[in-house]
């Protein structure tokens, strides 16, 4: 070999070390650390907007946690499964999360399908958090179980006060889809409403179109002041069609949460005005951390986020807190931090009273000119 040619390898020789000083070489890759959660929501049937929505709050948490340091030093992962709003099916999924061995689940979107996550986690310990499941039974009695919304009982009463206070309501028609989870919403709207002095013409049942139809007509010679629904968004729709066609147009139409995203099912003109419905969140909100979350969530999506991306936003946080605030992966250790902690989340500040529910602000959206809007913040009412 020439003394050139050994001039060479010296100096290949000489960068490589100079390299392995400036990167850190090592014989193998570095070892990356996870906490892995488990997420169970609607992604395919009747319910998928709702899992899409929350899907994306996810997937944004995830995104910032990881930017800013992970959870206890370590990345977090999230094992998304798709429960279909099917309540057989998600026990199948459930058991892939515990075979997975995650260390918590954030899940579903419905409380009929929640339930059932609820009852099988209660058994193994499991912390579970729902972002929307709304009914107070999924966390009745079971200390490892939470949510991050209102209960229906609280966003009930809440639009019954701006429907006598804010809007001056003398009168109102309650109507449902069912006597369970919303007719209990009806029975306490009408309580608080005529507490506050307003008088409830009728609380009426219905299965279908023709069934709203029909009760409309009854209501026709008395039209009330305010009329809630708190059914889901699809079914309001077309109860609010139908009452615009019939001349409700002086009408206030109310709803729940479930109206979240209602503006898809509204094609007429005419039809969207004097609706409101309640929320764990809105995006014109001032806050600073909502308008954060709100930019952020438009650049990744390129479309403003509803409740359900908020509120799942907010579990994926609530957890994580929790087990920082636990310095633990322990179930037991990540549920008290839960139940003693105060988290502020997108949708507001939030603590759990003794069944694991926050009691936190609920939001009156109003539909005007084709935008969701806030009409009125009510603060811990």
């Known amino acids: 070999m020439s003394n050139q040619g050994e001039n060479m390898i010296k100096k290949i020789f000489a960068a490589t070390i100079l390299l392995c000083i400036l990167t850190g070489c ?63 099916y998600i026990l199948e999924q459930y058991a892939v999360l515990m075979e997975r061995g995650v260390t918590a689940i954030i899940g579903s979107s419905y409380s009929s399908v929640t339930m059932v996550l609820a009852e099988a986690a209660n058994r193994d310990g499991i912390p579970v958090i729902s972002p929307t499941a709304t009914n107070f039974l999924v966390t009745y009695g079971r200390e490892n179980v939470f949510r991050a919304i209102f209960i229906d009982e609280y966003q009930a009463m809440a639009i019954a006060h701006f429907a006598r206070n804010t809007l001056e309501a003398e009168t ?61 968004a699809l079914a309001s729709a077309n109860l609010i069609h139908t009452a615009m066609m019939l001349g409700y147009y002086d009408t206030y139409f109310l709803g729940s949460d479930l109206w979240d995203g209602i503006l898809s099912y509204i094609y007429e003109p005419a039809a969207r005005q004097n609706v409101y419905y309640t929320s764990p969140f809105t995006a014109d909100d001032t806050d600073g951390m909502v308008a954060a979350f709100v930019r952020d969530f438009f650049i990744e999506f390129s479309q403003m986020p509803l409740s359900s991306s908020a509120a799942a936003h907010s579990a994926v946080f609530i957890l994580a807190e929790a087990i920082e605030t636990a310095g633990s992966t322990d179930w037991v250790d990540i549920v008290s931090a839960m139940r003693s902690g105060e988290f502020d989340v997108v949708t507001g500040t939030i603590s759990f009273d003794e069944n694991n529910n926050p009691r936190t602000n609920v939001y009156v959206i109003e539909i005007k000119e084709g935008l969701y809007l806030m009409r009125e913040k009510i603060v811990k009412y």
Request: hydrophobic residues 40%; glycine residues 12%; charged residues 25%.
């Open 26 to 88: 090592s014989r193998g890759r570095e070892t990356v650390e996870y906490i892995t959660f488990g997420a169970l929501i609607p992604l395919t049937g009747e319910y998928f907007s709702e899992g899409l929505r929350a899907l994306n709050g996810i997937q944004l948490a995830k995104k910032r946690i990881n930017e800013n340091g992970g959870v206890m030093g370590k990345k977090l992962d999230i094992i998304i499964l798709n429960d279909r709003g099917c309540e057989e």
């Open 172 to 232: 109102a028609l309650i109507m449902r889809g069912d006597t369970t989870g919303w007719g209990l919403m009806g029975d306490v709207f009408a309580e608080e409403f005529e507490r506050l002095g307003g008088r409830v013409i009728a609380k009426e049942n219905y299965e279908n179109r023709p069934g709203i139809t029909n009760i409309l007509v009854t209501h026709m010679a008395n039209v009330p002041d305010v009329i809630f629904n708190p059914d889901a």
